[in-house]
């Protein structure tokens, strides 16, 4: 089973071709990096004409990579929400109207959807596992049981993490994105013990008691508030990179253990409620990529004594093989959708949550 996915709910146009077979013939993904650079951010309307331009020869490209052509498809999935309503309509008109040509089952895929089953192509994960979703649009604990079915446990109650980390980058004059550049100078950071000692920073609903119903969600504005204090107090001028690379690092030590703080205790909780054989912690999204908040949680998996899992890299971020098998794992179920689906901008994976 061969089944082309298409991506398109934020600033990456992409495309793939994934086997049931768990082989990836082909995953392309154009950023739309320098349209939206002199922004500062993603501009929706220019990341959704990005997409009508783009999308199309991506698609022939992911084709001819797997060296196939659309008579070998055995499906199309798009990701129909949640994310930019402009962008995401422009991938699900396409791959509806794929499917449509080509009399081939259409699956509509929730774009968290996709990062939460990555790690079941990438490494056989088996359900039901605890998973960290973060991202620059959520940051979310779920305990996902099977396909299609997820409990939600904790969530941001203002900014996601990456959109901190993205904010911050930016009050700091790093240049966007904001997240790689932020990690890339905190490794300049020369005394990590002082840095540490000269920006503290809050770490946000920390002291609430275990038995509060929001134990384990999180909050990032007041972090993000704290950053720009810091860099207002600074020396005025040109800010020094030196005390840009302290800042950098103290701001990602503190997300980091905000983060392993709430898994440390949803862990507990799931070992207990759920008593799985193999116990696993997934991380996915965009932020699972950065290397200090992918450290800390594996030391505290090994604490707790249970196995970490996070994609490659290059799967972290937004593409269409995530979207691809995701589609082939619904199919499997025997879900697809009608070709009046409507786009979500907003689809949480916990309809209950």
């Known amino acids: 089973m061969k089944i082309l996915g298409i991506e398109t709910s ?11 077979d768990k082989t990836i013939h082909a995953n392309l993904v154009l950023s739309q990096l320098k349209e939206h650079k002199a922004f500062g951010g993603v501009v929706p309307e220019i990341a959704a004409r990005a997409h009508i331009n783009h999308l199309d020869t991506l698609i ?12 070998d498809l055995d499906a199309v999935a798009a990701t129909c929400g949640p994310g930019l309503i402009g962008g995401v309509m422009v991938g699900m008109m396409a791959g509806k109207a794929i499917a449509a040509a080509r009399n081939l089952p259409f699956i509509a895929v929730n774009h968290l959807e996709g990062h939460a089953l990555t790690p079941r192509l990438t490494d056989n994960v088996e359900f039901p596992y605890l998973l960290l979703l973060v991202s620059g649009g959520h940051t979310q604990i779920l305990v996902a049981e099977d396909v299609g079915c997820y409990k939600r446990w904790g969530t941001t109650l203002d900014d996601a993490a990456g959109e901190c980390f993205d904010k911050s980058a930016k009050i700091m004059g790093l240049p966007y994105p904001g997240g790689p550049e932020l990690e890339k100078i905190a490794l300049e950071c020369e005394n990590t013990e002082k840095a540490i000692k000269r920006f503290p920073l809050p770490r946000p609903l920390m002291n609430k008691p275990e038995k509060d119903h929001e134990n384990l969600n999180f909050s990032f504005s007041g972090l993000k508030t704290a950053m720009r204090n810091h860099v207002e107090k600074l020396p005025s001028g040109d800010l020094q990179r030196k005390d840009i690379a302290d800042l950098a690092y103290a701001f990602q030590i503190t997300v980091a253990d905000v983060l392993t703080k709430r898994c440390h205790r949803a862990i507990q909780r799931f070992i207990k409620t759920y008593n799985p054989t193999n116990p696993s912690l997934v991380v996915s999204g965009g932020v699972a990529a950065n290397k200090t908040i992918r450290n800390a949680l594996n030391k505290l998996a090994e604490e707790q004594n249970i196995t970490t899992y996070a994609p490659p890299l290059h799967l972290c971020s937004d593409n269409a093989a995530m979207i691809a098998w995701a ?3 619904r199919l499997q179920k025997g879900y697809s959708d009608p070709f009046d689906f409507k786009a979500k901008p907003r689809w949480p994976l916990d309809p209950t949550a």
């Open 60 to 71: 022939r490209a992911a084709m001819d990579d797997a060296n196939i052509n659309f008579n």
């Open 327 to 329: 589609g082939i794992e």
């Open 10 to 20: 934020c600033d990456e146009t992409a495309a793939a071709i994934v086997s049931d």
